[in-house]
T-cell receptor, first 115, second 116 residues
Framework: DADVTQTPRNRITKTGKRIMLECSQTKGHDRMYWYRQDPGLGLRLIYYSFDVKDINKGEISDGYSVSRQAQAKFSLSLESAIPNQTALYFC??????????????FGDGTRLSIL | GENVEQHPSTLSVQEGDSAVIKCTYSDSASNYFPWYKQELGKGPQLIIDIRSNVGEKKDQRIAVTLNKTAKHFSLHITETQPEDSAVYFCAARSSPRGGGADGLTFGKGTHLIIQP
């Protein structure tokens, strides 16, 4: 089984709908992240969480919200989806040891299309 | 915030030759530089990383070099094989204590094509 599992893997929905993407991990890591990938733009950070009570905005948080339900679960919500949120979304985890940087481990992504 | 530039966007090499991908970063406080390989339909997979207190790191056919003064780092793949074909991303992590987000800033990726 994958260490970082994202559901659903693919989703097509309409403008204005509320959508939730889910991420669960079995690595026991404290830190979790949500990234968005667009063609030619690489990955960009949306939100990150150090632990259940610590949520922080990333580079492109507008239009998104997150919930850290447990150490192992981190969900991303689009309250009212718009077409330019069509993208590939990745969840990642890393160990809580801070310095000087720990590897991030990625799920296989959710491909989201908003019509 | 951090800005990472990656070149080239596409790189085609003959099987058995070497491939080099280069990245520059803007934040002198950045302290961690991973490289990821992404295959179609998969998430990025870490292939090698380097921390700011080291100038070079090698793992079999893959090596990474870091020049902190010039703020650039490079990925070197020797004796390339067909399975090396993928998109490669460099990234940099700024220290949250310096005010940056605790996430990675990625380059835009290099599509590496290994010609048989």
């Amino acid at each position: 089984d994958a260490d970082v599992t994202q559901t659903p893997r693919n989703r097509i929905t309409k403008t204005g709908k509320r959508i939730m993407l889910e991420c669960s991990q079995t690595k026991g890591h404290d830190r979790m992240y949500w990234y968005r990938q667009d063609p030619g733009l690489g990955l960009r950070l949306i939100y990150y969480s150090f632990d259940v009570k610590d949520i922080n905005k990333g580079e492109i948080s507008d239009g998104y919200s997150v919930s850290r339900q447990a150490q192992a679960k981190f969900s991303l919500s689009l309250e009212s989806a718009i077409p330019n949120q069509t993208a590939l979304y990745f969840c990642a985890t890393s160990d809580g040891i801070y310095y000087p940087g720990q590897p991030q481990h990625f799920g296989d992504g959710t491909r989201l299309s908003i019509l | 915030g951090e800005n990472v530039e990656q070149h080239p966007s596409t790189l085609s090499v003959q099987e058995g030759d070497s491939a080099v991908i280069k990245c520059t970063y803007s934040d002198s406080a950045s302290n961690y530089f991973p490289w990821y390989k992404q295959e179609l339909g998969k998430g990025p997979q870490l292939i090698i990383d380097i921390r700011s207190n080291v100038g070079e790191k090698k793992d079999q056919r893959i090596a990474v070099t870091l020049n902190k003064t010039a703020k650039h780092f490079s990925l070197h793949i020797t004796e390339t094989q067909p399975e090396d074909s993928a998109v490669y991303f460099c990234a940099a992590r700024s220290s949250p204590r310096g005010g940056g987000a605790d996430g990675l800033t990625f380059g835009k990726g290099t599509h590496l094509i290994i010609q048989p």
